[in-house]
């Protein structure tokens, strides 16, 4: 019996290593965010479509209308913080040259006054590569806007790429 008992100790012991060492994906959004039942989140909701809208243009300007002139951008494929219409540009100049796509996985829209709103959650990119290859890219995002002389602006823009997927990636 002390030997049967002995033996499974150490089949548990030695396989627990292999059952951590087991790799686990990452959790991927793969749905599409509801548009939002009240009336004023939808609008918000709506201005996602908008820069979105902007980006497939392939114009760098219609893009940066869209943010306030003292916007900050937190952006995802570069580790530089914009914080000028010239430096917002600038990065949008580089991004547009993929042909991003995005779609909103997840949303949480909340208002933060009569003219302040955020919207943030998950989106998702499709990036062609000047190759006409594509690849994905899930980013955590958060837009606060604010209205400026009665329009919508971006006041602050932050988007970065999923750490799960980035630290499986470094590790490869």
Do not use: C
């Not at 114009?59 to 580790?79: G, I, K, M």
């Amino acid at each position: 019996m002390k030997l049967k008992t002995l033996a499974i100790v150490l089949f548990v012991a030695l396989s627990a290593p292999f059952v951590q060492a087991a790799e686990t994906e990452p959790y991927v959004y793969t749905g599409v965010a509801a548009q939002p039942e009240n009336v004023k989140d939808r609008e918000i909701a709506g201005l996602f479509d908008r820069w979105n809208t902007a980006l497939q243009t392939g114009n760098a300007q219609a893009v940066v209308d869209l943010y306030a002139p003292d916007a900050v951008l937190q952006p995802t494929v570069s580790n530089k913080v914009r914080t000028t219409p010239a430096e917002i540009k600038d990065y949008f100049e580089h991004f547009l040259a993929l042909k991003p796509v995005g779609q909103i996985n997840y949303r949480d829209i909340h208002q933060l006054g009569s003219n302040v709103a955020m919207d943030s959650g998950v989106y998702t990119f499709t990036l062609t590569e000047a190759n006409g290859k594509t690849r994905q890219v899930q980013a955590r995002y958060t837009f606060v806007y604010e209205q400026v002389e009665g329009q919508w602006k971006i006041l602050n823009h932050h988007s970065s790429a999923m750490p799960e997927t980035q630290a499986k990636h470094a590790g490869k």
